[in-house]
Nanobody, 119 residues
Framework: ALLAESGGGTVKAGGSLRLSCAAS???????????IGWFRQAPGKERKMVAC?????GVTIRSDSRYTISSSAQGKTVYLQMNRLKVEDTGVYFC?????????????WGPGTQVTVSS
């Protein structure tokens, strides 16, 4: 996989987690050309974007103010900081790439990282 997620785990409601999405291969070489999105897939539900960053200009979007997305051009990594976690944040988190956050062709999915928030 060209993208690899890490940082998931089990936390209590109200806690925080920081997820990482590391690029490799040709995606690492052309990291600035991509938009990297974080998506959550809850059990039995579709995968939905929770945040995205256009790496080149740093423009971001997010579905919730508790999430902060950032990138490290040097590290070829995109981070998702999640604060004040809720039970409904539970799911498998994937990162994917497209050429713009408004794109509809996100791909190059990593294997995902599980986030479980307990009450």
């Amino acid at each position: 996989a060209l993208l690899a997620e890490s940082g998931g785990g089990t936390v209590k409601a109200g806690g925080s987690l920081r997820l990482s999405c590391a690029a490799s291969g040709y995606m690492s070489d052309a990291f600035d050309d991509y938009a990297i999105g974080w998506f959550r897939q809850a059990p039995g539900k579709e995968r939905k974007m929770v945040a995205c960053i256009n790496v080149r200009d740093g423009v971001t979007i997010r579905s919730d103010s508790r999430y902060t997305i950032s990138s490290s051009a040097q590290g070829k990594t995109v981070y998702l900081q999640m604060n004040r976690l809720k039970v409904e944040d539970t799911g498998v988190y994937f990162c994917g790439a497209d050429f713009d956050c408004s794109g509809s062709r996100f791909g190059h999915w990593g294997p995902g990282t599980q986030v479980t928030v307990s009450s």
